[in-house]
């Protein structure tokens, strides 16, 4: 399925209708693999001289993490980042608190130890998120 048609799919279900402002939305979200704050977005989106409201921009992403397009990351300091899910491939983060750099990184034996144990008490792990946050050793 295209981009574009997932993104019409999505804003269908949510039921509003696709608009070239929320297409560019997503595809300023696409543009690259930068994990950024809707601001940074809507900033992005303005600086191109595209005509978007802040509003829209929220809504849109809204739908689109909604509807997993795009990844949630909260930072735990009531700051959120997104990143595009235009693959399926899991990973998981590592966030700096002195830099603010975002190390994306699997570990299959981490992966498999999750299991484990949510085995161990009857579950599956359907999914989930693995944020460490770290700072540099000095």
């Given at each position: 399925?295209?981009?574009?048609?997932s993104?019409s799919?999505?804003?269908?279900?949510?039921?509003?209708r696709?608009?070239?402002?929320?297409?560019?939305?997503?595809?300023?979200?696409?543009?690259?693999?930068?994990h950024?704050?809707?601001?940074?977005i809507?900033?992005?989106?303005?600086?191109?001289?595209?005509?978007?409201?802040?509003?829209?921009?929220?809504?849109?992403?809204?739908?689109?993490?909604?509807?997993?397009?795009?990844?949630?990351?909260?930072?735990?300091?009531?700051?959120?980042?997104?990143?595009?899910?235009?693959?399926?491939?899991?990973?998981d983060?590592?966030?700096?608190?002195?830099?603010?750099?975002?190390?994306e990184?699997?570990?299959?034996e981490?992966?498999?130890?999750q299991?484990?144990?949510?085995?161990?008490?009857?579950?599956?792990?359907?999914?989930?998120?693995h944020?460490?946050?770290?700072?540099?050793?000095?």
């Amino acid at each position: 399925m295209t981009t574009k048609n997932s993104l019409s799919k999505a804003l269908k279900k949510e039921g509003l209708r696709f608009t070239s402002q929320r297409q560019a939305v997503w595809d300023e979200i696409k543009s690259n693999d930068d994990h950024r704050d809707a601001e940074q977005i809507y900033s992005a989106l303005r600086k191109n001289n595209l005509n978007v409201s802040r509003a829209t921009v929220y809504r849109t992403i809204d739908v689109l993490v909604k509807n997993r397009l795009v990844r949630k990351m909260d930072l735990g300091d009531g700051r959120s980042l997104f990143e595009p899910r235009l693959d399926d491939e899991h990973h998981d983060h590592m966030i700096c608190l002195e830099t603010g750099d975002i190390i994306e990184f699997y570990n299959k034996e981490l992966e498999d130890l999750q299991d484990t144990i949510a085995k161990k008490y009857g579950y599956k792990v359907i999914r989930h998120v693995h944020q460490l946050f770290v700072k540099p050793i000095k």
